[in-house]
């Protein structure tokens, strides 16, 4: 469907819309795919910067006769938001809450907004939208009207199409309008007015009257029918609401420009009951009963085998731990005016179904934290099952079938007799079981011929069985591409014919988001995998243990979820949030990789590791590693960039910034030689400027100030006793880079305090590294070679399993992470990795039991390294700041922005800051004056320091070190903090007329020599 004048296409968008236009690989790889098995490369994606340009837009492709796709999100998971045409992503600029009126309880709203920034701007209006599915801190508003959103909430407040009013749309021949309810007085004038819509909705009366019969016979009396096309919207006791009646088309009849939606108000109260049930189908067995006691805002459900998956990743323990006893669980929750309200309705509830509230497979919480708690293990569902442990992969394609609530049990009883019967072992049921919704994921076999026909044959005879229970293929996510083959199973040919006629109604040309739904593309094909895709399996530098030591699987983890698109909460991903670009996100990143993997013959990405579009995609890349513990499916993105980086630049010249920051260990060692010159010559004027434009380093950074005494060199000159490594009190202390070249008072704290509670100290006295700064810049060999020589000084403390206390977080998280997976083979790699602790998990875990720290009292901002919020976790520093009497406020707004190199690099300082004021900033600058602001990592101080908040954050080591010294200053108190003071202006201007005269002075002297000669 590709059309003839392709360079035309692109030239005309690019003079006539007002936004993005994108016909680069990048781009049309990073939009590929979306959360399904499904893969089409685009066209070309659109980027509008308003509605009007998004109508522009599909105008222009009208005139060439292209493929018009609408994108939100992209989160869907049966295809429908993946197709071989020009994708209008929404969801950067049209994003505007235009109106609110919160007396008719309504709003207008533009495509892009994401569900939970809409509920966030409402929120002062105590209101918000209803439905609300699993990926609200992401989908697009758009999204969910074309797909017909619901998620849990459903329960209480239906679907996305029960609370639409009315619907601006465009078709692709240019017809625009509002719609809604429709009377017939309003339909006459309407149709007598003659023109394009006219001819729309005489079509619309005609299939309305001419299908009345099969409509109301045809389509299941459920709750969740989310599958084919709304034409009971259309009937008489509807209102014939054609806004209703284009929800959840999927963009394959209309694009919608604007919405005015209905909107109801946030429950002041809540509680949760949760019952536990001897398995899954019993619990389903009980949903009519349940039903029949009460009217819950949700009723939702999750068994035994995805409460294993947990367990064994590790993953969601506090949630698990608050389940009652059982091996499935249904979660019943009550909204209401009052607590008492809600709370009588769980215990009226418990006392109709015979069971109380203190039994062993009961629990109940009128307490929202504790509710969030037992609801997170429901929610991370999909994450959860798409990659278990075993490491086997599961897929959607049967993962939200719908059926009567009072048929459940049954209807659970025989898809899993034919899960037995395909040999798909054991997959998690679980999902909306009030409104008899399920969710799975299935090991499909979708890399080879035999498992994709077994894939067909699977949804062809669940969808046959589903249709006997009087249910529905889908009911949540849509048809797409997975079920519109198999729409006629449920709904018959005639009712498939009237979903043809109103698709030719709407689009004759067939050009709205072609192949999905009406004249669907096969179920088996366009398939992400398929036995066709041959990817390349390229030799790494990691070895990607948790992937079976494969590089092609670690990019699959990825399975396009999209948390990584969230605009607020948790770590990932700074560099979209900063964008709100699909490529500076996790999934864009992962799609590309993927590309570049050369599986399929139409693969955006030719050139393997030389990408340059891979690479700029990774180059906003702050290798943060949040997205290795944000991600639902792990996916480690710091890592695959240092290989890529490591492969790109093989043979070749690297930007400078990698040998500048890359060897900062070495530079930082050649400083002890004259730091004092050495600081002055980084900020002397002009020689700076200089000095930064060779070494790639953006010139609005300042350069870090080398300490006049290293903290290794301090340590040598301090009259102490080398402890025995085998004493149980002996602890190694890591003498990082930058807490012994820059900060080397953390070092002397940590020192001090660790003595204070018993420990004896030891600290490495050469040159030794942990290779971070290698890795992060990709030059992994050397990486290797630098933690091959620390290994042999470590040795002696490794054979006797003396643990190591680190400092800087993301130096430690290479020895706990990193490390291991570069040198797998290597056994003191694996002692260091078991042995290595935070300085917090050390006096928290370790220390004498009669220690206590100093009783500080204060107040605290804190900032957790991103490192250590994926790889160590910060629950042992919660801990010792509670024993410290700190009231600590721990920040969950993602990274500094900084991280490391990347925010030194030129080019990236932008970026850089935006980061920074999403979060950490605005709350440092919030801070009371006389609390504390703490970073253990480097990064998160220097970023706080210049980000302009007025304050210096403090190390955790620094501030207990300070507490032994009794009260710290009522206002100010990191005032008190040993840092290198930047060189005098007298000295930098010195320097600088220095460096001037060199030259002048060699001249002169070659020529006195040339006098003389």
Not at 340 to 366: N, P
Not at 801 to 810: A, C, F, K, R, Y
Not at 904 to 925: C, I, K, M, T
């Amino acid at each position: 469907m590709t059309p003839p004048d392709m360079s035309g296409l692109e030239s005309a968008l690019c003079a006539e819309v007002d936004g993005e236009v994108r016909f680069d690989a990048g781009s049309r790889g990073a939009y590929a795919t979306d959360g399904s098995n499904y893969r089409q490369v685009p066209l070309g994606v659109v980027v509008p910067r308003t509605v009007e340009a998004g109508a522009r837009a599909l105008s222009v492709c009208a005139r060439f006769d292209a493929p018009v796709l609408s994108r939100g999100g992209g989160t869907s998971l049966a295809g429908q938001s993946t197709n071989t045409a020009v994708v209008i992503d929404w969801s950067k600029y049209c994003t505007r809450l235009i109106s609110l009126d919160p007396e008719r309880r309504t709003c207008v709203v533009e495509p892009g907004i994401v569900l939970d920034e809409l509920n966030r701007q409402l929120a002062g209006h105590k209101l918000q939208f209803g439905p609300k599915p699993s990926t609200h801190s992401h989908c697009a508003l758009g999204g969910m009207i074309g797909n017909n959103s619901c998620g849990a909430s459903a329960q209480a407040y239906g679907k996305t199409v029960d609370n639409v009013r009315r619907l601006e749309i465009l078709t692709y021949d240019g017809q625009r309008a509002w719609v809604g309810p429709t009377p017939p007085d309003e339909r006459a004038r309407i149709i007598s007015g003659g023109g394009r819509l006219a001819e729309i909705y005489g079509g619309l009366d005609r299939i309305a009257a001419e299908y009345l019969a099969d409509i109301r016979r045809g389509y299941p009396k459920i709750p969740r029918r989310v599958s084919g096309y709304n034409l009971d919207s259309l009937l008489p006791e509807n209102g014939f609401d054609v806004a209703k009646a284009l929800v959840g088309s999927e963009g394959t009849l209309v694009t919608v420009l604007r919405a005015e939606l209905d909107l109801v108000p946030v429950p002041p109260y809540q509680s949760l009951l949760v019952l536990g049930y001897d398995d899954i189908c019993a619990a389903a067995d009980d949903v009519s009963r349940v039903l029949e006691h009460c009217s819950p805002s949700q009723l939702e459900a999750l068994d035994g085998r995805m409460a294993e998956l947990m367990r064994e990743e590790g993953a969601y323990l506090d949630s698990l731990n608050v389940l009652p006893e059982g091996d499935s669980w249904l979660m019943v929750q009550y909204s209401g005016d009052s607590q008492e309200d809600v709370d009588e309705q769980a215990h009226a509830l418990l006392r109709a179904i015979g069971r109380g509230a203190k039994d062993a497979d009961v629990a109940f919480s009128d307490d929202p934290e504790r509710e969030q708690k037992m609801l997170r293990a429901r929610e991370a569902g999909l994450g959860v099952t798409a990659r278990p442990p075993d490491d086997r992969e599961t897929w959607e394609g049967w993962e939200d079938s719908a059926v009567p609530p009072e048929r459940l049990g049954d209807y659970l009883r025989d898809l899993k007799d034919l899960f037995d019967e395909f040999g798909y072992d054991h997959p998690s049921l679980y999902g909306h079981f009030g409104q008899g919704c399920v969710h799975t994921r299935i090991p499909f076999g979708l890399r080879t011929a035999e498992g994709v026909a077994d894939f067909r044959r699977f949804v062809e005879r669940a969808a046959d069985l589903v249709a006997s229970y009087g249910g529905s293929l889908s009911g949540e996510h849509g048809d797409g591409q997975s079920r519109g083959e198999l729409l006629t199973r449920m709904f018959g040919e005639r009712l498939v014919t009237a979903f043809g006629e109103l698709k030719a109604l709407f689009d004759p040309t067939n050009r709205m988001n072609p192949g999905k739904v009406v004249h669907p593309h096969p179920v088996d094909g366009q398939l992400r995998l398929g036995p066709s895709w041959r990817p390349a399996t390229p030799a790494t530098h990691f070895d990607f243990p948790e992937d079976a030591h494969s590089f092609d699987r670690a990019v699959m983890r990825c399975v396009g979820i999209g948390n990584c698109r969230s605009h607020s909460g948790g770590v990932m991903c700074p560099s979209y949030r900063a964008t709100r670009e699909e490529e500076h996100s996790t999934r864009g990143r992962a799609r590309l990789l993927f590309e570049m993997l050369g599986g399929h013959a139409d693969s955006a990405i030719k050139d393997g590791w030389r990408s340059t579009a891979v690479r700029d995609a990774l180059d906003l890349c702050l290798a943060c590693k949040g997205c290795k513990s944000d991600c639902p499916t792990g996916v480690d993105m710091a890592t695959l960039k240092a290989e890529f980086m490591a492969h790109h630049y093989e043979g070749r010249i690297r930007p400078m910034a990698h040998y500048s920051m890359g060897y900062l260990p070495v530079w930082a060692r050649l400083s002890r030689i004259a730091p004092a010159l050495a600081n002055s010559a980084l900020h002397a004027p002009g020689l700076a400027r200089l000095g930064k434009r060779l070494a790639g380093i953006d010139e609005a950074r300042s350069a870090p100030v080398f300490a006049e005494e290293s903290f290794v060199q301090w340590w040598r000159t301090r009259d102490h006793e080398k402890p025995d490594p085998a004493d149980p009190r002996t602890v190694v202390l890591w003498p990082d880079t930058f807490s012994t070249y820059f900060h080397p008072s953390i070092a002397r704290s940590a020192v001090r305090v660790l003595e204070d509670a018993g420990f004896r100290v030891a600290v490495p006295t050469e040159p030794v590294c942990c290779g971070l700064t290698w890795i992060s810049t990709g030059q992994l060999p050397v990486a290797k070679k630098v933690l091959s020589h620390t290994l042999g000084v470590l040795r002696p403390y490794l054979e006797a399993g003396t643990p190591v206390i680190g400092l800087e977080p993301s130096c430690t998280a290479v020895f706990r992470a990193d490390a291991p997976e570069l040198m797998p083979a290597d056994q003191d790699v694996q002692r260091l990795a078991g042995q290595v602790r935070t300085f917090a998990e050390q006096l928290v875990h370790h220390a004498p039991d009669d220690w206590r720290p100093p009783q500080l009292a204060r107040q605290a901002t804190v900032q957790t390294h991103c490192h250590q919020h994926a790889i160590m976790k910060f629950d042992a520093d919660r801990e010792l700041m509670r024993r410290a009497h700190l009231d600590a406020e721990v920040l969950d707004e993602g990274c500094c922005g900084l991280a490391g190199n990347f925010g030194f690099e030129r080019g990236h300082h932008e970026v850089s800051l935006a980061v920074a004021e999403q979060g950490v900033l605005p709350a440092v600058r919030a801070a009371a004056p006389d609390s504390l602001v703490l970073a253990d990592g480097f990064s998160c101080r220097t970023q706080i320091e210049e980000g302009g908040t007025g304050r210096r954050a403090l190390h955790l080591a620094e501030v207990l070190a300070l507490g032994l010294d009794g009260n710290l200053p009522s206002d100010h108190p990191e005032r008190l903090a040993d840092r290198p003071p930047e060189p005098s202006r007298t000295a930098r201007w010195a320097t600088t007329a220095a460096a001037a005269a060199l030259p002048a002075g060699v001249a002169l002297g070659l020529r006195l020599v040339r006098r003389r000669s």
